[in-house]
């Protein structure tokens, strides 16, 4: 009984086993059929459409017969390439090293017959105007010109994320490569008004190895440098850029050329700031000197020898950042004139010192030729009664000494080193007399030039020169020493010439050169 049970039960599980398969079998066979009858352009095979696949046959087949050793239109006619550029950036003009940097989408259109969309075997043509693909595997496999920049120094292709550059190819065979590069160019400055210059950098794009026979560079016709109008710089404004043809001929033959002219006017808000108002405040300190008193020698010796070693250090400043040319630069001018008058400053000082001193020393030697000639004559009792009324022991300007002889030469010392002996109303008129007391009585006084005594000279005193006291102030007053007048001429004559240095300095640079 139970063995019956079993059997029974084994019975019906193979039943429903078979049931199942035969029922799954011929669904998968439906499933797989419609799968492979699908067409390729259907969503399951994802953006594939006809199109694609035509490209796809295009370029499987375009390279069996392509060679790209070869250029187009070989033995036929010149292969035209038009050129166009859009500027990125512009980076730093360097006048050391005379170069400058540039960030350019550099975009090249030329047309390859071999490259249209038709093919061999079938009379079906793209439906698209162009089609645009990968470089990175199409463009070696590819003609492209052999295009170089001249007044290259150091160039970069970027490539992040990827190589920044694309080819375009259209239905006629136009094709279209454009790239993104970073070009640090060669400038030939001309620095003769520098920092007033304006300077003109070129970039020239030039075929390396085929001759106008093979290939000829234009630039396109429509808007061939594109470009921010007044590209502001730190120190440049970039006032004009132009196109132009620079075909060239070498001995191996002449080969095509285009160049793109950048104007670059130098804004010298940076010089006017750190070179040209610090050496011309140096120039107004040196002649501070002028106005302090000749006797002071450390003083002025100190300001002479400061604002001359100012100049100096600036001078050396200025020319670390400045290419060492052999022509003078307006900058050179500027700062040796500036060195110049600080220097003059100095010698003017150290003349007018010189001039003091040897005035001091004549006079004392003038004094001593006094007491020797003239105490004789002049200490008898008639000629002292006869003229002692001319002055008194309290009116006297000069000092009483007593003692002995070695006392009366100190008394003609003291005379030689006073201010008032300075002045030319001491002539060889004058008389002395040393009276047994020690005092010293001025007998007689007379003017050199005008025989009227000092006491009478109508210049002193007088109302027209306390009116002119602004003169005064800077000439000094009147009957002063030649030291004394030439410092008085120094504080007028340095400042009116370096005013007509500067009126002639800026009108040259700006409106003539």
Not at 430 to 446: A, H, K, W
Not at 454 to 481: C, E, I, L, Q
Request: net charge neutral; with cysteine; glycine share 4%.
């Amino acid at each position: 009984m139970d063995l019956f049970n079993v059997n029974a039960s084994y019975r019906i599980y193979r039943c429903k086993h078979y049931t199942t398969n035969w029922f799954l079998l011929p669904t998968l066979l439906v499933v797989i059929i419609i799968f492979v009858t699908l067409p390729k352009g259907h969503a399951i095979y994802g953006n594939a459409n006809e199109e694609e696949e035509a490209v796809s046959r295009f370029f499987d087949e375009l390279f069996v017969n392509y060679d790209a050793r070869i250029r187009p239109y070989f033995k036929v006619k010149p292969v035209i390439v038009n050129i166009s550029m859009q500027v990125g950036s512009i980076g730093s003009i360097k006048e050391t090293t005379m170069d400058y940097r540039v960030t350019v989408f550099l975009r090249e259109m030329w047309n390859d017959p071999r490259l249209a969309y038709q093919f061999s075997n079938t009379s079906m043509e793209l439906k698209s105007e162009s089609v645009t693909l990968d470089v990175t595997t199409m463009l070696k496999n590819l003609w492209v010109p052999d295009l170089f920049f001249v007044n290259e120094k150091t160039a970069d292709s970027h490539s992040v994320t990827r190589d920044n550059k694309f080819l375009r190819v259209s239905q006629n065979g136009d094709i279209y490569l454009s790239m993104r590069l970073s070009l640090t160019l060669n400038c030939r400055m001309k620095l003769h008004k520098f920092p007033m210059d304006t300077q003109y950098c070129s970039m020239q794009l030039e075929s390396y190895g085929f001759t106008v026979d093979d290939v000829i560079f234009r630039w396109k016709e429509d808007n061939p440098l594109q470009i921010e109008d007044e590209y502001q710089l730190p120190q440049f404004l970039l006032t004009n850029s132009t196109t132009q043809q620079c075909t060239r001929e070498y001995t191996t033959g002449m080969y095509t050329c285009v160049e793109v002219r950048f104007t670059f006017e130098r804004q010298m808000g940076y010089y006017v700031i750190q070179t040209y108002i610090p050496s011309l405040l140096i120039v107004c300190l040196s002649w501070i000197g002028f106005w302090i008193d000749i006797s002071a020698a450390t003083a002025r010796v100190a300001l002479g020898i400061t604002t001359v070693l100012t100049m100096t250090t600036q001078i050396s400043a200025t020319q670390e950042s400045l290419p060492k040319v052999s022509y003078v630069k307006a900058i050179d001018v500027w700062l040796a004139m500036c060195m110049f008058f600080a220097f003059a400053a100095l010698l003017e000082f150290s003349t007018v010192n010189y001039l003091a001193r040897l005035t001091e020393q004549g006079l004392r030697k003038k004094n001593r030729k006094y007491r020797h000639v003239h105490v004789g004559v002049c200490d008898t009792p008639q000629y002292i009664n006869k003229r002692a009324p001319m002055a008194t022991p309290d009116t006297s300007p000069f000092r009483t000494v007593t003692g002995s002889p070695a006392a009366d030469d100190v008394a003609i010392e003291d005379i030689g080193n006073s201010s008032d002996m300075m002045d030319s109303t001491v002539g060889e008129s004058t008389r002395f007399n040393l009276s047994n007391g020690g005092e010293l009585i001025p007998l007689q006084s007379f003017s050199s030039n005008t025989g009227h005594s000092s006491a009478g000279n109508p210049t002193y005193g007088s109302d027209k020169h306390r009116r002119n006291s602004v003169w005064n102030a800077v000439m000094g007053p009147p009957g002063k020493s030649l030291s004394e007048t030439i410092d008085a001429a120094a504080r007028i004559v340095f400042p009116s010439a370096f005013f007509v240095f500067n009126i002639f300095y800026w009108s040259l640079y700006f409106y003539v050169l």
